[in-house]
């Protein structure tokens, strides 16, 4: 086997190898990993067959892959902020490493680089070593500004990186983690300070900023200003809720992520540009090596220049990479395959980079290269521009669709129209009207207007598309894994066998298989998925609740959780992917406890996306006005007990004009094999709970019952007195809050009376979601944090 054969093994056994480790929940202690450093190696040199020689190679690479990851994973561990300084206020010093942004409740949000942190004098338990280089901080008040200066001291109050954990899902930690912020928190007080020293990465930074608000100033009376940014210079800070809205449904935010498309039409147009100046010259002027190497190093600087206007990011750094090793190959005319060049460029992004596993966009980026080399490398014949545009588009489309439902992102089936019609008009209009519009902003400093003008009308024109298709009602079922990567298959080879009969079938089975998707999703109600035993999960949804109860194939959801427009939504955050992940479809029994928004947050997106049989609440006009018209409410008081398999439900409120917290709905789920109890009082207050207690006579309190609680009102000194946590005395008591949250929840007294009765706690905040699996022989309880990967914390004390 050759050197060079070798060599792409050892590759990929370093691809392998970074990749591997963010599968494990455990960090590897790196002294086994230098250890085992040297054993394939001492194979490869005593290995004699040449298959056991490519194996040994292939597990040096993996060795040396993990413990590369390894040793950049554990220098990031170490620098999390230490709990001890949680919520206390400490001075730092150091410069803006991007451009404040806009938050909600009116904030200014910016990631802040520390040069150096100034402890309380005497405080020697921790050098700057110990402490994060990189938070993320919000600045509320009349005083924040999106302009605060660059070089900074601050006082803040951090607390460590965290986030809501559930099985599926977005989560906040680990992008907190991906992007290297050691803790998070707010600024209480801000001064500039020019006189700190300016590194390298400060002055970057700080020219960056500046261009942002010169271009922005002078483009900010463009009507889609914000998209004109975010392609011109990568900023999306200018962006609203309704865009990434369009851009979702579209399937289309990959155009406002400074990528491999971007960087590569940069790097395509320099490059024909520079070609043809060049061939302009006399012959023997320039041979043609030299010409393809200027040609190269154009390329290369252009895309260089575009990644740095355009903030350096991550994704852009992965991407240049990409486009470089390309033009290396392409235009370099070197003699290497464009596999070889793709394995390349793999394990330069692991290795410059070896957190990318992380990111969604790694897979997708090198997914979609995939998917083209295969396709116009394997396939037969030439095809011209038009046909392998459209080609391209079907063949990405498919092949990143198993890639998507892998990692829990939902494919729009108007994705496929959506980007036929966005990335040729992106690709041949926007973009080289972008980069002209831009030297001209330069070169001619009164020509704004006409700069706007044109901008305006090509990105209307965009928009104008994009809003269309998103508005479009088309309702379809959402397909197993198993489908999708069948319609995967099928399409895929398709595009590559040349066999004109295999194509035909192809289309049909295609044809065939969109039609039932289409008519399963217009006239068929979705059914759910069955489950051995009943369970109980409580989600971590923040500061707020919501619990789902399955029995068999009947699903019941007690409160949907928090929502602030524009800014969270816990149905669509959590309760979408998780029930989809589940196999759930239609939610036969809604319960609102009561109207606040912590408890009855994103009701018409719930009813978007799933059928919602009976609906039954504490404050009926409250919750009336949050749901789409038409839809029929039920009062929780003098409701008839109801049975949902073998499980017996008893709704209960308190009688009397109540509202708000004292106005829940109590919901008491009962079991008999296992004898199990389940209390779900919403936010009842102190006095609720004594009028709970008193219909002890109808109040089957057993004590061979296995009993569990969900804390009233979040665990709030308000609620969970010490005769309501006596009488109760539930063996699991569950608090669903937010993470260090400003009202403190669960209160410290509250947790002390669960405990004194032998309760044992459990915080979705430091557990992230609980499930409970009533089998026969009792009670299975899991907490989500527990079979996290090593970098989300696990689960903690309450």
Request: proline content about 6%; some cysteine; charged content about 15%.
């Amino acid at each position: 086997m050759s050197g060079s054969f070798m060599a792409r093994v050892g590759l990929v056994g370093f691809a392998c190898g970074v990749i591997l480790l963010y599968s494990l929940a455990v960090l590897p202690p790196l002294h086994w990993l230098i250890s085992a450093t040297p054993i394939p190696f001492v194979a490869i040199l005593l290995a004699r067959s040449p298959l056991f020689r490519a194996v040994a190679v292939l597990l040096a690479g993996g060795i040396v892959g993990l413990a590369w990851a390894a040793l950049q994973a554990d220098g990031r561990q170490q620098s999390v902020l230490s709990t001890t300084l949680e919520g206390l206020e400490l001075d730092v010093s150091g410069y803006l490493c991007d451009v404040p942004s806009e938050g909600s409740f009116g904030s200014v949000r910016f990631a802040f680089c520390v040069t150096q942190w100034h402890l309380p004098e005497g405080d020697s338990t921790f050098s700057d070593e110990d402490l994060p280089d990189r938070l993320r901080l919000a600045w509320y008040g009349d005083e924040a500004t999106t302009r605060p200066g660059h070089r900074l001291i601050l006082t803040v109050a951090l607390k460590r990186p965290h986030g809501a954990v559930n099985p599926e899902g977005f989560r906040y930690e680990s992008w907190l983690y991906r992007k290297g912020f050691g803790a998070t928190g707010t600024v209480r007080e801000l001064s500039r300070s020019d006189h700190l020293e300016c590194p390298f990465r400060c002055r970057y930074h700080r020219w960056r900023g500046e261009l942002v608000d010169a271009v922005s100033g002078r483009l900010s009376d463009a009507r889609h200003f914000p998209l004109i940014t975010s392609l011109m210079m990568g900023y999306r800070g200018h962006m609203q809720p309704e865009h990434w809205d369009v851009l979702k449904a579209t399937g289309t935010i990959h155009l406002v992520a400074i990528s491999g498309l971007h960087l590569g039409l940069i790097a395509a147009g320099a490059g024909f540009l520079c070609r043809r100046l060049l061939l302009c010259l006399p012959e023997r002027r320039v041979s043609p090596a030299a010409l393809r190497m200027l040609v190269f190093l154009v390329v290369a600087s252009a895309s260089i220049g575009y990644a740095l206007v355009a903030g350096f990011s991550v994704p852009t750094r992965r991407a240049l990479i990409m486009v470089i090793i390309a033009g290396w190959v392409l235009v370099g005319a070197r003699q290497t395959g464009v596999f070889t060049g793709l394995l390349t460029a793999l394990a330069l992004v692991l290795l410059s980079d070896s957190f990318s596993p992380l990111d969604q966009g790694f897979w997708l980026s090198f997914g979609a290269v995939m998917v083209l080399v295969l396709l116009f490398a394997l396939r037969v014949g030439r095809t011209g521009w038009l046909t392998g545009l459209l080609l391209a588009q079907v063949a990405v489309f498919a092949g990143l669709w198993p890639i998507l439902s892998t990692l829990g992102q939902p494919q729009p089936v108007l994705g496929l129209v959506a980007n036929l019609f966005a990335i040729p008009w992106v690709s041949l209009v926007v973009m080289p009207l972008l980069v002209v519009g831009a030297f001209v902003l330069v070169l001619l400093p009164s020509a704004d207007a006409l700069v706007i003008g044109v901008l305006d009308a090509v990105f209307g024109v965009l928009w104008q598309g994009l809003s269309w298709l998103a508005n479009v009602d088309l309702v379809l079922t959402v397909p197993a894994p198993l489908q999708v990567a069948g319609f995967s298959l099928v399409v895929l080879m398709a595009l590559l066998v040349p066999f004109n009969g295999f194509r035909k079938a192809a289309a049909c089975v295609t044809s065939l298989w969109i039609a039932m998707i289409v008519f399963r999703g217009e006239g068929m109600e979705g059914t759910n998925e069955t489950v051995a035993h009943p369970e109980i999960w409580v989600w971590d949804v923040g500061q707020g609740l919501s619990v789902l109860l399955r029995e068999r194939d009947r699903v019941l959801l007690y409160d949907t959780g928090p929502a602030l427009e524009g800014v969270y939504s816990s149905v669509e955050s959590v309760l979408i992917p998780n029930l989809n992940a589940l196999g759930v479809r239609r939610i036969d029994t809604l319960v609102i406890s009561h109207g606040d928004g912590d408890h009855a947050g994103g009701l018409p997106l719930l009813f978007e996306r799933f059928k919602v049989g009976r609906i039954v609440t504490g404050e009926p006009g409250r919750v009336a006005d949050k749901l789409p018209v038409g839809v029929k409410v039920e009062p929780c008081s003098g409701q008839v007990d109801v049975k949902m398999g073998d499980l017996e439900l008893e709704l209960w409120q308190s009688r009397g004009r109540v509202e708000g917290n004292d106005a829940s709905c109590v919901l008491t789920v009962s079991s008999a094999v296992p004898p199990v109890e389940v209390v779900l009082p919403g936010d009842i207050t102190r006095r609720v709970e004594e009028e709970f207690m008193a219909r002890a006579d109808h109040y089957r309190n057993d004590t061979d019952r296995y009993r569990v609680v969900l804390a009233p009102h979040h665990g709030s000194k308000t609620s969970s007195s010490e005769p309501w946590v006596a009488w109760m005395a539930p063996n699991l008591a569950v608090v669903s809050a937010g993470y260090r949250h400003r009202f403190g929840h669960p209160h410290a007294d509250v947790v002390e009376r669960y405990q004194s009765v032998g309760s044992d706690i459990a915080n979705t905040a430091t557990s992230g979601a609980i499930r409970l699996v009533l089998e026969p022989g009792g009670v299975i309880t899991t907490k989500a944090r527990a079979a996290t990967p090593f970098w989300i914390r696990k689960p903690e004390t309450p």
